[in-house]
C-alpha cells in the first residue's frame, strides 16, 4: 500500500489498484450488506418520502386528496399538488480524499473505507431509479510549507494545466452503470498534498439549491471544526444529512514502539516521538477522545445522523447496525 510521504504510483498502476479495491469492495457489498438487510433496502437513512411538488389544475380523475387549497382559494379555480416520488429523490456524497486519508495501519487504509462507504451507499440508493451524485475533494497539490517558498518565488508557481482542479463534481444521475462510473470517478481520484478545504466541499452540496434529498459527507474530520461545521448545518436545514467519519486506531492512541517517526501528509513535516513514555501515550489518547467528542458534538449540533466506520473494525457490520438503529429510532417518532 501506499504511505504518506512516499512517491505517488504511476496512472495505470494507481487507476489498477483502484479497480482491484472497487470490486472487492462492491462484491462485499452487493454478497454481505444484501444478505443482512435481508432484502429491505430502505437505505442508511430513510428518505423524507413523497415530497410536495408543483401545483396545477385539477383534472377529472385527480385524487381529491391531493387538492391545494390555498392555490386553490387564491385563482378560485381547483388546483391539485403534484408530489415527487421516492424513486426520484437525490442523493449526494461529499466525498473528502484529503492525504489524511491516505493512512492505514489494521485491515484497511482510511482511503479504502472512504470509497467502500461511497460505495455501500450507491448500492443502497440506486435503487428504484433514485439518483446519486458527488463532489470529490483532496489537497491542492502543493504542501503547505512548499507553498510558502512559492509566495516568494513567483516564477514557480504552479500552473492551472499543471495543477488539476482540487474538487471535481460528478452530476447526479440514475441507474446502476452510472452508479458504478461515479464509483469509478471516486476510486481513481489521486490524493495529493496539500490543506484540503472539508467546508468548501461541503458548500458545494448547497449550490445550487436542490430539492429535498439526502446528503452524506465521508471524511475522516481532520480539519479544524469551525472550518465545516457552518457548511454542514446549512446543510441539514433542507436535506437529511448523514455523516460518516473514518477512523484508523492510532489516531486514538499510540502503541508502545519506542521511538516513532510521523510524517504529516499535508504539510510534509516530520515529527519524532517517544512512544515509550506513557504520560505521553496517556495525553496523546485524551486529546484525541476530545477531539473526537468535539466532531460528534459539532455533528449532532448540525442535527446529521453520524456513523463512525474503523479501519480495524467490521465496517459492513457497524454500518447495518446503524440502520437498524436508525429505523427503530423512526418507529419511536425521533430522527437521530
Do not use: C
Amino acid at each position: 500500500m501506499t504511505r504518506a510521504g512516499t512517491a505517488p504510483p504511476g496512472a495505470d498502476q494507481g487507476t489498477a489498484r483502484a479497480e482491484a479495491v472497487l470490486s472487492r469492495l462492491q462484491l462485499l457489498v452487493t454478497r454481505k450488506l444484501d444478505g443482512l438487510l435481508q432484502g429491505d433496502y430502505a437505505g442508511l437513512l430513510p428518505g423524507p418520502g413523497s415530497e410536495a411538488g408543483e401545483s396545477r389544475e385539477y383534472r377529472p380523475g385527480d385524487d381529491v386528496r391531493r387538492m391545494d387549497w390555498p392555490v386553490t382559494a387564491r385563482t378560485t379555480t381547483p388546483h391539485v399538488r403534484r408530489t415527487v416520488a421516492d424513486r426520484e429523490l437525490e442523493t449526494w456524497l461529499a466525498v473528502d480524499l484529503s492525504a489524511s486519508v491516505d493512512f492505514g495501519t489494521a485491515r484497511w487504509l482510511k482511503r479504502d473505507l472512504v470509497i467502500a462507504a461511497a460505495a455501500a451507499m450507491a448500492h443502497l440508493t440506486v435503487r428504484g431509479g433514485n439518483r446519486i451524485g458527488a463532489v470529490v475533494g483532496t489537497g491542492s497539490g502543493v504542501p503547505v510549507s512548499a507553498s510558502r517558498g512559492w509566495r516568494r518565488r513567483r516564477d514557480s508557481a504552479p500552473t492551472a494545466e499543471a495543477t488539476p482542479p482540487s474538487m471535481v463534481r460528478l452530476p447526479a444521475r440514475p441507474g446502476r452503470k452510472e452508479a458504478q462510473g461515479l464509483l469509478r470517478a471516486i476510486a481513481r481520484t489521486r490524493i495529493r498534498p496539500g490543506r484540503a478545504d472539508l467546508g468548501a466541499l461541503v458548500d458545494m452540496l448547497n449550490r445550487p439549491p436542490r430539492r429535498r434529498g439526502v446528503a452524506v459527507v465521508i471524511s475522516d474530520f481532520l480539519t479544524p471544526v469551525e472550518g465545516w461545521a457552518r457548511p454542514v448545518r446549512k446543510l441539514g436545514v433542507r436535506h437529511d444529512v448523514l455523516a460518516i467519519e473514518v477512523v484508523d486506531p492510532r489516531e486514538l492512541e499510540l502503541p508502545d514502539v519506542g521511538v516513532l517517526t510521523l510524517a504529516d501528509p499535508e504539510t510534509g513535516a516530520l515529527h519524532e516521538v517517544q512512544t515509550a513514555d506513557p504520560a505521553l501515550r496517556r495525553r496523546y489518547a485524551e486529546a484525541a477522545g476530545e477531539q473526537r467528542a468535539v466532531i460528534a458534538r459539532a455533528l449532532r449540533a448540525a442535527g446529521a445522523a453520524h456513523l463512525r466506520l474503523r479501519t480495524d473494525t467490521d465496517w459492513l457490520l457497524d454500518m447495518v447496525r446503524f440502520v437498524a438503529a436508525q429505523r427503530h429510532a423512526r418507529t419511536r417518532g425521533t430522527t437521530r
